[in-house]
């Protein structure tokens, strides 16, 4: 098993690009969510989803899209990029409530 | 509002100078806490989970209690290999999973 896989590793866009991070698990969970690391900030969640089809905002959704077509795949969009959202993002999964949350490895994004 | 505090911000010990890093959370109904550590550059990586108070969670040299209002992870008789940044996280009932961490504790142990 991979877990829980990111890509890209590490990403700088130019402010207004938009782009895609990746997020893929192979431990048939139904729970996914992307949280960004800031420092001082701790982790803050961005967009969550309970199961394939459903997906709801977190603490800092703007700026930011989701879907979730399949169980495995739960990608980031940022529409317009712009420097408050230079980060490290972090997708994580979990078998539901009360269950572990595994993470992924982080996607850092820097924004100029 | 549901809140997580981890106190102290940072710490330098010893190698062998046991210590305790503190979480105080306030949360309407508590689903589970987590503690995690993580490595620079690195994602969370799962240690403990502990549901009700008085529950305890060993794990060699790591120890994780829980209270009504706060848990502590004991550190004895810390190895150079411990230190990393510790976060403290809660999941409230009925919150689908999502969690709320705190700003987290970074750990150095000198040999």
């Known amino acids: 098993n991979a877990g829980v896989t990111q890509t890209p590793k590490f990403q700088v866009l130019k402010t207004g690009q938009s782009m895609t991070l990746q997020c893929a698990q192979d431990?048939?969970?139904?729970?996914m969510s992307w949280y960004r690391q800031d420092p001082g900030m701790g982790l803050r969640l961005i967009h969550y989803?309970?199961?394939?089809?459903?997906?709801d905002q977190g603490e800092v959704p703007n700026g930011y899209n989701v879907s979730r077509s399949t169980t495995e795949d739960f990608p980031l969009r940022l529409l317009s990029a712009a420097p408050s959202q230079t980060s490290v993002y972090f997708c994580?999964?979990?078998?539901?409530?009360?269950?572990?949350?595994?993470f992924g490895q982080g996607t850092r994004l820097t924004v100029v | 509002e549901d809140q997580v505090t981890q106190s102290p911000e940072a710490l330098r010990l010893q190698e062998g100078e046991s210590s305790s890093l503190n979480c105080s959370y306030t949360?309407?109904?508590?689903?589970?806490l987590f503690w995690y550590r993580q490595d620079p550059g690195k994602g969370p990586e799962f240690l403990f989970t502990?549901?009700?108070a008085g529950e305890e969670k060993e794990k060699e040299r790591l120890k994780a209690t829980l209270t009504k209002k706060e848990s502590f992870l004991h550190i004895t008789a810390p190895k150079p290999e411990d230190s990393a940044t510790y976060l403290c996280?809660?999941?409230?009932?009925?919150?689908?999973?999502?969690?709320?961490f705190g700003q987290g504790t970074t750990l150095q142990v000198k040999p």
């Open positions: 989803s309970v199961g394939a089809g459903i997906t």
């Open positions: 949360v309407s109904g508590l689903r589970g």
């Open positions: 431990m048939n969970h139904e729970y």
């Open positions: 996280a809660v999941q409230a009932s009925g919150n689908t999973g999502k969690l709320i």
């Open positions: 502990l549901y009700s």
């Open positions: 994580a999964s979990s078998d539901g409530q009360g269950a572990i949350s595994f």
